[in-house]
């Protein structure tokens, strides 16, 4: 499972481009991005594009 880091996450919308599930969101109130974990399919590909690496893999 992948989580963005608020803190990190600058909004620059690389990892929303290429996700290939549409997991990936605008929170429009917190100007971040967030993965909707039940689209996620863990390929990795948000992590990878990352500027800021603000995508963590995870176990929860």
Do not use: R, W, Y
């Not at 948000?46 to 963590?56: H, L, N, T």
């Amino acid at each position: 499972m992948f989580k963005i880091d608020s803190e990190k996450c600058t909004d620059c919308q690389s990892c929303l481009e290429v996700c290939p599930c549409g997991a990936i969101h605008e929170d429009e109130n917190a100007e971040v991005c967030v993965i909707d974990v039940e689209l996620c399919a863990e390929c990795g590909a948000c992590q990878a594009e990352c500027p800021f690496e603000a995508i963590e893999e995870t176990d929860e």
